[in-house]
């Protein structure tokens, strides 16, 4: 009976886990689907092997990036090595190629990464960006052998998954995602998005590739207050036959107010609703807490019984360089948070700052288990050839620095490539307000006649385009 209420208490958990995620891509005020996509989930379901720094792109720096990496996991107290990966990189510090060979059986303790990989890599894979660094997409090659008067071997694609954007004065209008299989690209889901004149994001619709035709699945509308760009409530509608059923109401959003002076749109929290019966219905809430370095504890709470009771509670913890150090699922049970699942990080690095080692201990729940309740060994990521990544020199990515940001009138743009470069505001929704030339490193411009609100900011040279928010005050 206890491990039943256990396993019940998990389901609940992973469910809850499952319905805040995707109730925080319902959430997003503007079209920032595709980054959050791009960076892992719908642009292909994979993350970069190892890759902690993802999250850490160049923008206009000097940073260091890892080479090559090799993955070891814990058994039988002793470490056994899994994989060796080596990175290739854009000029913005992303990963473009990723090559993935198993270890050789050479016998011996296998805990570092000294030349233990076979000769050929059985597997390789291609990233690919947008212009804005968004990932869109990957493709895995896997080594196939053949005979041609001798044996030989290329590279054949084995799946891969993508997403072709579509922007309209660099807002997001339309994402088409596509599967490989066979020989061929497939259509597979459809994404579209629609602003209100004032540039606000008004209506998301997905489709899914049926019989060779586009099919409507899904809708959120979402509704603002008059002077604000945040939406205040969203509806999510299904598609049935020939029209449109309500299906959860996304109410009480509240927008943490210091996230909104650094141009980040981030929920203190919201209430969300069912549509049972021709009414809404309270079904659950979430409420967020930020704390230093980025780190956050979410808590919902589920609707039982006329009430609002605690229900699951998720803890990410950032240290002052921004990386991860702990993540926590707990679920509410007897009076208390108990922890179902977690990982610790801790990180090794050398002399030039490099990390060189991450070790990640993951929380042991079972409860037959000597160590049940404490942070076990579990797997080990060893880097090195570590080399310098400077973005190139043209790229008006670098050295950019757009002041003060939040700006109640005047903003300025210091850079050392500002000669003939063009500078651009726009609405959300790409409707331009300003179209003019950089001529001088700090040059001012006047947003004093625009309402406040949160608007793109494009810097254009022959190199490629900038873009980011600014917001008035």
């Not at 319902?26 to 190892?50: C, F, M, Y």
């Not at 609703?273 to 659950?284: I, K, L, P, Y």
Request: proline fraction near 3%.
């Amino acid at each position: 009976m206890r491990n039943l209420s256990r396993n019940s208490a998990k389901i609940c958990l992973l469910f809850s886990v499952w319905w805040v995620t995707l109730l925080s891509a319902w959430a997003q005020p503007e079209p920032t689907v595709l980054a959050s996509k791009a960076n892992g989930t719908a642009a292909g379901d994979r993350q970069v092997s190892g890759a902690f720094w993802e999250q850490s792109p160049l923008g206009g720096k000097t940073i260091r990036r890892p080479g090559s990496g090799s993955n070891f996991y814990w058994n039988n107290n002793r470490w056994h090595g899994y994989n060796h990966y080596s990175y290739q990189y854009n000029a913005a510090g992303f990963v473009i190629e990723e090559l993935i060979s198993p270890p050789c059986p050479m016998g011996g303790d296998d805990s570092t990464s000294a030349n233990k990989r076979c000769s050929i890599t059985p597997e390789r894979v291609i990233y690919e960006y947008d212009q804005f660094n968004n990932r869109t997409g990957y493709t895995s090659y896997f080594v196939r052998y053949y005979f041609d008067g001798e044996y030989k071997w290329k590279w054949e694609i084995g799946y891969g998954k993508r997403i072709l954007p579509t922007y309209t004065n660099g807002v997001l209008t339309q994402e088409i995602s596509q599967r490989h299989e066979g020989q061929a690209w497939l259509d597979v889901e459809k994404n579209k998005y629609t602003y209100h004149s004032s540039g606000k994001l008004a209506e998301h619709v997905q489709y899914q590739f049926k019989d060779g035709a586009w099919v409507e699945i899904s809708r959120t509308i979402r509704e603002y207050a008059p002077d604000s760009n945040l939406p205040i409530s969203m509806v999510v509608q299904e598609r049935q036959t020939d029209a449109w059923v309500n299906k959860t109401r996304h109410s009480d959003l509240f927008w943490n107010a210091a996230a909104l002076q650094t141009g980040q749109h981030k929920l203190d929290g919201r209430t969300i609703q069912e549509w049972r019966n021709g009414a809404w219905v309270n079904a659950s809430r979430t409420a967020t807490v930020y704390q230093a370095n980025g780190s956050s504890t979410v808590t919902s709470d589920a609707w039982v019984n006329a009430a609002w009771q605690n229900s699951t509670r998720k803890v990410l913890l950032y240290d002052a360089e921004g990386k991860l150090t702990q993540d926590l699922l707990e679920v509410w049970a007897n009076n208390r948070w108990s922890i179902i699942s977690g990982e610790k990080i801790t990180y090794v690095t050398n002399t030039d700052g490099d990390i060189t080692e991450r070790l990640i201990q993951r929380y042991d729940t079972n409860p037959e288990s000597a160590t049940a309740g404490t942070f076990q060994n579990a797997e080990r990521w060893v880097y090195d050839n570590y080399h310098t990544i400077t973005s190139s020199k043209e790229f008006l990515a670098r050295q950019v620095e757009v002041y003060p940001n939040p700006v109640t009138s005047k903003f300025a743009i210091k850079t050392d490539q500002a000669a003939g470069a063009t500078v651009r505001v726009l609405t959300l929704g790409g409707q331009p307000l300003l179209d003019t030339q950089l001529k001088i490193t700090g040059q001012e411009f006047d947003l004093s006649h625009l309402p406040a609100g949160t608007y793109i900011l494009q810097l254009q040279s022959k190199a490629g385009i900038r873009t980011q928010k600014i917001v008035k005050l």
